[in-house]
């Protein structure tokens, strides 16, 4: 069965430092994988995908994310925190045969301090 | 363009009672789907509706959740009765016709406590 972790349920750091969120996966085949962001009382907003080809996936709100097939991971990478990224950020896969439905992770909180 | 929006944003309700929840898909997504996230843990699917046919449906817990699209609008989804467990945020999503890696769009969820 297919599985995405989020180790951290949290991240603290500085407004201006690099911010990292980490997600592993583990599903058959080669997977889509999407990044998406909830802010407080919002629906989760799409933030990235990766698909295939380069690995180093560019989003919205300057965010990007490395595709790495050997260890199975897919993180989400911002290279200046702001405070306005504190929010609850979700890596999710859609295996290839699993038709439209996205399985999730369990969400990282991050809280960037001024 | 308007987004995916849901109603109620929350209810409370007691145990063996019944709640319906309604999703509005933006306009034109022939893909609508159900999510929900429990406790705190991650957002697991329920269901998947291709205009008004169900898909997929095979995150519904039991028979007490009853999904519906009749015409391929608006969706409803119903828990009858409602037991604590089913205390969560429900989310709505939707997306253009076809598969492939069309992201999904998401409304702001229901907030759903049983007591």
């Known amino acids: 069965a297919q599985s995405v972790a989020q180790p951290e349920d949290q991240v603290n750091v500085a407004e201006g430092n690099p911010l990292t969120v980490k997600c592993t996966y583990s599903v058959s085949g080669n997977p889509y994988l999407f990044w998406y962001v909830q802010y407080p009382n919002r629906g989760l907003q799409f933030l990235l995908k990766y698909i295939t080809g380069d690995n180093l996936v560019k989003g919205s709100y300057g965010f990007e994310a490395e595709f790495n097939k050997s260890q199975t991971s897919f993180h989400l990478k911002k290279p200046s925190a702001l405070v306005s990224d504190s929010a609850l950020y979700f890596c999710a896969v859609r295996p290839p045969a699993a038709g439209n439905k996205l399985t999730f992770g369990g969400g990282t909180r991050v809280l960037v301090k001024p | 363009e308007a987004g995916v929006t849901q109603f109620p944003s929350h209810s409370v309700i007691e145990k063996g009672q019944t709640v319906t929840l309604r999703c509005d898909p933006i306009?034109?997504?022939?893909?609508l789907y159900w999510y929900r996230r429990v406790m705190g843990k991650e957002i697991k699917f329920l269901l998947h509706?291709?205009?008004?046919?169900?898909?997929?449906e095979s995150g519904m817990p039991n028979n007490r959740f009853l999904a519906e699209r009749t015409g391929g609008t608006y969706s409803t989804l119903k828990v009858q009765p409602a037991e604590l467990e089913d205390s969560g945020v429900y989310f709505c999503?939707?997306?253009?016709?076809?598969?492939?890696?069309?992201?999904?769009?998401f409304g702001p969820g229901t907030r759903l406590t049983v007591l």
């Open positions: 509706f291709v205009k008004e046919s169900k898909q997929d």
């Open positions: 999503a939707s997306s253009q016709a076809g598969g492939g890696a069309r992201e999904q769009f």
């Open positions: 306009s034109g997504h022939d893909n």
